[in-house]
């Protein structure tokens, strides 16, 4: 199954997408908090953070130490390529199954 | 409340920082931070901080935390040396290599103190593993007499010959129980083979307490006949050679030749036995046994008992005292474990040892160590200008303190490590000759290795701990832009080094005079004036029992022989030679116990040891009644306060009809003991009571020794050829009394010259630092006109100065030492204060030649040379 993601995955890759150049721990999370109304760990994002990272789907940097949260630098992340791929395979494979839906998906009645 | 001034809960920022240890987690940080600031906004500040909390918690067990202390751990410049321990080694060896004669200093210092640690190590092993080896050595006991009537009270081993039979029939805690009487000389004679042996009396059970092991024999059935002996290898194959020696019959004369058996070849003792025997004969083979064993009142047998598995020591103790009180007057009778025996000073034993020493010599070998470490601790700390660079420049690129000292305490205990193995070296070197001043055996069994190396390890990493973690705390810690940026000062260093040079100088300095003391003591005792000739005297055993009358007419015999021979001037019969021996007779005057020493002498007696009569008469063959008189010496009549001696009459017979013996002369005093007592009460007799003369003085003449030997040989041979010419020099007689004292002088000397010599390669290393530091300073002294001398005295000013205020130091220490070495003389030099001023200004010397290499050298360079690249 390689290059499939899993959903917490795929969220959190379009969260780092829809932030642009302001994706970084703190943003991430608070931007999935408020959209998917549900409430995510710090540890739990970091974790799947990392795991991403490994697989080269993101890369990360520093950033220039600013006078909040004590001077500490923020870590900034950004789709590579190899990310916008992935995300490419999961969409084509739901676009395909929405297609070849033999039960009307649509909710209008 | 203002909420900008809230904090996130200290403790858990804490724990989190301490968790991740060096793992980089700013930015998780940071966000953690983030988030409570922001739901400070949100909600109460509890809330918040309990939340910050959870968040802490659910970092830790995350994966992103996991990975990242994961991905630290390979970084090099950190905590985990495991990538940065191989170039230390390549760092430590570079600068080792790099400083080849500091290198050399240290490492011959620190070799010679491990060698010295761990040959003392194995002299304190050996003395320690004394005895150890009987399987029934926690049973075993020595008994002794203690007499509590004298002040202070005495205790020694000698006992009744007739103590050891009663002792086994009426204690019930006794299971067996042996006498030991041992060193008595006597002539085997197996066919053509004659020499004179010492044999030891001993008893049956002797085989069952004693784990020493019978080659051939029955240890149950032996001695059930007083007719058998008991030998060992050695004498077996020197009388019997490679024949089969048991059931062999040899001739023993102990005063009259008897015939044995042999009846076991048992294991000789080893060095390590306070019971030292080569022929062991049953006790009961003893001539006259049958009348001794009932003399209660002559003392000199030992006595070992072994009691029941389960005995009490305690009941044994209280029986005994019933059975003393029965047996033994008022002498107290008391006993020592086996195991002890050996390190009884106070206990005259044939093979006993001062356990003082053992402590002398651990106290000297850990002196020469410190000295070692010191010469690396103010050898590293001077050449520490030229490494501040280099510690600068590793901070620079990220090395920690911490790595620093690792990196310097490798360095350390890498020298160190070299230095063992040198010191082993040394040790398998210089055991034969350690062996020889010790007066020991001990041998580097291939199974003592695996302690040697652990021992040598555990010192390795003791030195370098000690000498390693002063300089790596002191040079890790320079700041590396004061360091990079050029101006430091090179003043520090000086004041470091000068404690540890006076310290360095201190112990050297106490030892010289200690060996002074000692060598001044050695020579007193070599030349002092005893008060009779000691020289070109020869002592020949007549080899007959002392209640022999053979042995008188041997002397007479031989002395009417040599009558006018040239070379032998003259010859006496005595039947205690000096310092072979010492007879002591205890006897009442008055209801006061007396004690005296007694020689049995001849008329040529006093002649032939050129003893000064200062009252009185000597003896004369020819007047009957002069065999039952004495002489006496001063001493005695002082002790008896007679104010008339030649009025006097000695009742050592205790005669209640008689007077006792008359007094015929009054003899100067002079040392018949060694110098360590003071000359006690004595007389000398001719009376048979006191035996026979077991021994002959021949005085030769002083021009040709060797050819007088040789004819008092040829003289012995020809009237007595069935026994063996054994002789010894009265000179070395006595010099032997010294032989311990003079080895701990060599001992100490030769510690002395090591720690020296160590010293002095740390002062010459420091002098030749210091001159490189002020070599500019001393080129511009001499352009601007000082004389090579002035600068010859400024550059050892110091040094002399440290040396004196050790010497200083050193005096009250030595005197103390010292004062306790000499009080085991009665007779001893006084300490004045030239000893010191000679130790001191001996020193000084030594301080100024090691220094005033440097010193020359530095001041007879042109200053043009050190100073044209300014």
Redesign the interface.
Known sequence: MKGYIGEFEELVLLTIASLGEEA???AI?ESIETRSDRSI????L??T???LE?KRLITSW?GDPTQ???G????FFEITHQGKISLHHVKDLRDELWKLSRTTLSLAK | MKKENIKPPAFAEKFFEWYCRNAAIEDLHGDIDELFYANLERMSVAKAKFKYCQQVLSLVVSYAVKKRKKKSSYHPYTLNQSVMIGNYFKVASRNILKHKMYSFINAFGLSIGIAFCMLIYLFIRDEKSFDQFHSNKNQIYRMEAKRNSKNPPTRDAALQLGLRNVLKEELPEVKYATRFNSGRAVTLHYRDKIFSEKIAYVDADFFKMFSFKLLAGNAEKIFQNKNEVAVTPEIAEKYFGKEDAMGKTISIDNGGEKLFTVAAIIEAPPANSSLDFQILVPTESMRGYERQVEDWSSFGTNCFVQLLDRADSARFHTNLVKFGQKYMGNIELVFTPLTDVHLMKSIGWHKVSDPQYAYILGGIAVLILAIACINYISLALTTSASRRKEVGVRKVTGAGRLQLIYQFGIESLLLACISMFIGIMLVILFLPSFNQFTGKEIAIDWKDWAELLTIGLALTFIVGFLAGSYPSIFLSRFQPASVLKGHFTSQLQANFTKPLVVLQFFLSASLIICSVIMYRQMKFVATKDLGYNKDQTLVIQTQTGWRDKQANKIVERFKTRAQGESGIVSVAGTGSSFAQGVGRFWYKINEEEKAAYVYAVDPSYLSTLGIHLVQGRNFDANVFSDSSAVIVNEALVKDLNWADPLNEHLNWREDTVGLGSKVIGVVKDYHFLSLEENIEPMFLTMDQFFGYHTKMLVRVEAGNVPASLEKVQRLWKELFPDKSFNYSFLDQDVAKQYESYERWMSITGLATGFAILISCMGLFGLAGINAVNRTKEIGIRKVLGAEVASIFILLNKQYVWLSLIAFVLAVPLSWYLMNRWLASFKFSIAISWELFALSTLAGLVIALATVSYHAFKTAAVNPAETLKYE
Not at chain 1, 41 to 44: F, Q, T
Not at chain 1, 72 to 75: A, F, L, Y
């Open positions: 970084y721990g703190v999370k760990s710090i540890g739990a970091h974790s953070i990392t795991r490994e520093l909040e949260r004590g500490r630098r923020k870590r």
